[in-house]
Nanobody
């Protein structure tokens, strides 16, 4: 399995921005995605991107605020989060080796350790 390391989480005020990074341990161009889990809730899909970056998908509540991208030369995927809201507070997890079906990203078996994002009101 590919190893994934997330970074970029932190504490930010509502309306602020953060950029999360996910570095993969190998040069395989995996489909990749971001998920999040808030306390007491199930893990949910946030955004996904295919291996060459020409296909992406988003959770409805983050569309227009979050952007997923990747730099295959650096084996890294990113999640730019703007106009953050307190309800975006969660641990964010990177995922790799997922599959695409009917325009949706389904997670693969490789997960990062998670990075905490806290948005204060």
């Amino acid at each position: 399995q590919v190893q994934l390391v997330e970074s970029g989480g932190g504490l930010v005020q509502a309306g602020g921005s953060l950029r999360l990074s996910c570095a993969a341990s190998d040069r395989t161009f995996w489909n990749m995605g971001w998920f999040r889990q808030a306390p007491g809730k199930e893990r949910e899909f946030v955004a996904g991107i295919n291996w060459n970056g020409d296909t992406s998908a988003y959770l409805d509540t983050v569309k227009g605020r979050f952007t997923i991208s990747r730099d295959n030369a650096k084996n890294t995927a990113y999640l730019q989060m703007n106009s953050l809201k307190p309800e975006d507070t969660a641990v964010y997890y990177c995922n790799a080796a997922g599959r695409w079906a009917s325009g949706s990203y389904y997670p693969g078996g490789s997960w990062g350790q998670g990075t905490q994002v806290t948005v204060s009101s």
